[in-house]
């Protein structure tokens, strides 16, 4: 805990007037992943499970799609970097990074919303969730929300069967959050089929193209959902659920697997 | 407003059971930039205000310092595409993006708290305001947000006065909100300097580096700082108020700005 948080001076000021104090803020650091010796990205990032953020990174960008491929792990956590050595020793390609990264030259401007290469997968998993267990889980999930309780600076993430939550991890970018998660699952060979994926951050297409990769066929959160997110949803066959808040949700796609 | 949005079918679930009914969700889609015919970069954005967002983009960027650098913007809407023509034809360097773009090679890993070329410069101003015009700042803040009142799906900025809010724009992605903000100040000859900034969104270092850029001595947060953004704040001179929720607010920096 102590690594992601820091103790700073601040003036609090209400209706009383102001005071100085010491208040709890989340650290921001960078971490730069290397596959095979080659710089991969830089990523800004809350410093705690960095392995996982790389894996799950790697992972979510598909040059990683098993344990089994991974040689070694080294990680320098002074300098914020780390090293994955996998066994096939596959190059990722130039332009390899999703839309986030997009920068020059790409040649992928207008096709974010195309399918990915051969085409979307539809996850025909036949798993169910109850609107309790859901709310169960969202509970159990803001119980666990220690840097966001401390801070209010982080997002959160957690994979679920439908009546537990098996990894969950908090980062200052939802993406890393679920990067994290999803590393995790992968290094403790915690399987993600039939899974719920659980979100504080709003779900955006590149939030599901990351769930329809990983094969998890129902997404939670409790923020909203953008047009893009619902199509790809809606075509990968998962089950968005946006707005969950206590008892009431949202869903967006797929509700035969939700029992009301 | 309607290109923001869009209806969408959703199965609504609360104590009382699910009902079928239409709901508004926000709309994402891709803005290609073009500088003098080279392609820079692809974001994920909200459909509208997309010139001051690619403008904006380029200033923070610092690859537009004023308007007068500006030839012509011409936009192909329905292709997502934008190409801004600068007078000096100015290349930008082959990895000029800020971090959150940082991808391979950029040897920049370890070194986005050091600072920019030329060091940080301290922001001097005199600016002054008090806590009760904050308060009323972040009440017509909320007021205005009317895409996040509808879909609860996007971030908002605003640049203002003490007294007044001159320009305010909503984004899916709270990088682009101030740009759109930064990019109508700068093609509509709205001086920044002496402002207060407003975000809805985590204060985050990058966050720091775009406000220092734009010269804005005062910004103004409902949400949380990071420890990379207040150390930035400080370093820069720059008033760095975070939670500013009704009449509290807490200031990590800077506070000879604000009259409490």
């Known amino acids: 805990m102590m690594k992601e948080t820091k103790r700073v001076k601040v003036r609090r000021v209400t209706e009383e007037g102001g005071r100085d104090l010491q208040d709890t803020v989340v650290r921001e650091s960078t971490l730069t992943i290397f596959l095979n010796d080659r710089e991969l990205v830089t990523l800004l990032c809350t410093p705690a499970k ?12 598909g040059l990683i799609m098993t344990k089994r491929e991974i040689k070694r792990v080294t990680m320098d956590e002074r300098r914020g970097a780390i090293w994955v050595e996998t066994k096939r020793g596959k190059e990722p390609p130039e332009n390899f990074l999703s839309k986030r990264y997009i920068t020059t030259g790409c040649g992928r401007g207008m096709s974010f919303l195309s399918p990915p290469e051969g085409g979307f997968r539809r996850i025909d998993s036949k798993a169910r969730v109850s609107s309790e267990q859901i709310h169960a889980l969202m509970t159990e999930f803001q119980r666990r929300s220690f840097v966001h309780q401390r801070t209010g600076g982080v997002h959160s993430a957690a994979i679920c069967t439908a009546e537990e939550m098996l990894v969950f991890a908090e980062d200052i970018g939802r993406h890393n959050a679920i990067d994290k998660a999803l590393g995790e699952c992968l290094l403790s060979d915690i399987a993600m089929k039939n899974r719920v994926l659980i979100t504080s951050g709003r779900v955006s297409s590149e939030i599901l193209m990351k769930t329809a990769r990983s094969g998890i066929p129902v997404i939670v959160s409790k923020a909203a959902p953008t047009d893009a997110g619902i199509m790809i949803a809606r075509k990968c066959g998962i089950t968005l659920i946006g707005f969950a808040r206590g008892s009431r949700m949202n869903i967006y796609s797929e509700n035969r697997r939700i029992k009301e």
Chains 1, 2 share one sequence.
Do not use: H, Q
């Open 50 to 61: 960095l392995d996982y953020l790389a894996v799950g990174f790697l992972f979510s960008e």
